[in-house]
């Protein structure tokens, strides 16, 4: 089983920028697709984002030209740098990382974003 931590929550103001951090420790396989998932108050797990081993990344339309995705395969590391935050952004992050092979996605344990006007 995958453990995944995130870093980089917290406060931010109407249209400033934070970075998000998601290292996986204790796995002894490559890591497939990893990415982002966010769950407002009152609000159901919404995906964000998403990007391969390869690179490729895919984001929901609201977070597309401010939000980006990337990775460090050598350290089992995704990061999202979040840009031109809004109060709709306030949520927690979730990071998830599947198996490159097979099989189910680990989860971390989230991080608040929290966004001011």
């Known amino acids: 089983q995958v453990q995944l931590r995130e870093f980089g929550g917290g406060l931010a103001q109407t249209g400033e920028s934070l970075r998000l951090s998601c290292v996986a420790s204790g796995n002894n396989f490559r890591l497939g697709e990893m990415g982002w998932y966010r769950q407002a108050p009152g609000k159901q797990r919404e995906w964000v984002t998403t990007?391969?081993?390869?690179?490729?990344?895919t984001y929901v339309d609201s977070v597309k030209g401010r939000f980006t995705i990337s990775r460090d395969n050598d350290k089992d590391t995704v990061y999202l740098q979040m840009n031109s935050l809004d109060s709709e952004d306030t949520a927690v992050y979730y990071c998830?990382?599947?198996?490159?092979?097979?099989?189910?996605?680990?989860w971390g344990q989230g991080t608040q974003v929290t966004v001011s006007s």
């Open positions: 990007i391969s081993r390869g690179g490729r990344p």
């Open positions: 998830f990382a599947y198996p490159d092979a097979y099989g189910y996605p680990s």
